[in-house]
């Protein structure tokens, strides 16, 4: 199974499944120097973690991180780092009663087509617990780019049918769902509890921006830096759609309202909108990186569904077990880590653009 890595110049493996005894990442590429401690990756990780509101699974993974090499008195070597932590509390029970049946929505028809094989317990490597390694690894991607006072934050911009109207950035780590808008997000919580009580899940969209990115990052034809940074939303699991900048509500405008016009301020040349995002062509223009991801609702539901068995006879499922009712407030993490992965790469890559 190839595809666990990603990145060029900072790149990161990630291994493990759902249900095994540990999961992990491996970075190589991390220059030599950085001071990192392991409450640094643990403050990220405990974000992601399940059981951590009521409005997330209730399987209790503590996701203690052990840092196995990479970092000697306090700082990063240079070598590749390791880090792992340990599955603590997986119950298989409940995949072994469906492990011939295709639940709607997940892989195990696609990782029966293309392997002949695959690991039931919890989608193996198709589980959202795979971005353990990604998250930790994006802790440390984060430490490195708030070197060049770049930072990235994202937040839940939608559930269901509810979007958030105000803006306090201050709320976000405040309520459960990491919505910035106080009053919406005691109705998004109402609405997540009420799906999980019908059986059924939320889908949502997060917005990542980064701040501080210097113009120039991206390369422009293959890896565009606003493709990298797609690619990097778009493999994390549950994600069916990425915008950049306006997205999809470029579609609606004319030439004149979608431009962003290059003015003059306070000695440097900037723009008067950021419609863009961000990018311009490919390559960073300065202004703040601004992504929207969608999630789809999650696939495991409490609801009888038709599917069918491996030999394609009709059946009935039923997808019992601990499961997230909506994944958003676990994606912002995990959107976080990925964007800081990409501009760490693309920030290292940079320096050998140019003398």
């Given amino acids: 199974m190839p595809g666990n890595t990603f990145g060029q110049l900072f790149r990161i493996s990630t291994w493990g499944e759902s249900h095994g005894e540990s999961i992990g990442v491996v970075i190589d590429g991390c220059p030599a120097g950085l001071a990192i401690k392991p409450e640094d990756i643990q403050k990220e990780l405990d974000r992601r973690r399940t059981g951590q509101s009521k409005v997330t ?71 959202a617990r795979e971005t353990v390694g990604r998250v930790a690894a994006g802790a440390i991607a ?91 939303l778009m493999c994390l699991p549950a994600v069916k759609g990425v915008e950049v900048g306006l997205g999809f509500e470029a579609a609606r405008l004319r030439g004149s309202e979608a431009n962003d016009v290059f003015i003059a301020k306070d000695g440097k040349i900037t723009t008067k909108t950021n419609h863009a995002g961000g990018v311009l062509g490919g390559i960073s223009n300065g202004n703040d990186i601004v992504l929207r991801m969608v999630v789809k609702p999650t696939s495991s539901i409490n609801r009888e569904q038709d599917t069918v068995t491996q030999k394609g006879k009709k059946a009935k499922i039923r997808v019992e077990g601990r499961h997230d009712p909506c994944v958003a407030p676990r994606a912002v993490p995990m959107a976080e880590a990925m964007v800081a992965l990409v501009l760490i790469d693309h920030l290292l890559r940079q320096a050998q653009a140019k003398l």
């Fill in 142 to 232: 984060k430490k490195l780019l708030a070197r060049h006072k770049i930072k990235v934050f994202a937040y839940t911009r939608q559930i269901g049918d509810l979007v958030a109207q105000n803006f306090n950035y201050k709320e976000i780590e405040k309520n459960i769902v990491r919505c910035p808008d106080k009053k919406v997000a005691a109705e998004m919580v109402e609405a997540i509890l009420q799906a999980r009580k019908d059986g059924d899940s939320l889908g949502g969209v997060i917005e990542v921006i980064a701040q501080g990115v210097p113009a120039g990052l991206g390369e422009p034809v293959f890896d565009r830096l606003d493709a990298d940074l797609a690619k990097g």
């Fill in 57 to 127: 699974t209730t399987r209790k993974e503590p996701d203690q991180i052990r840092i196995l090499s990479g970092v000697f008195q306090g700082k990063t070597t240079g070598s590749p780092i390791a880090m792992m932590v340990e599955n603590a509390d997986a119950d298989s029970s409940k995949y072994e009663l469906i492990k011939h049946l295709y639940r709607p929505g997940h892989a195990d028809f696609t990782y029966d087509m293309k392997y002949g094989f695959r690991d039931y317990r919890g989608g193996g490597r198709s589980s």
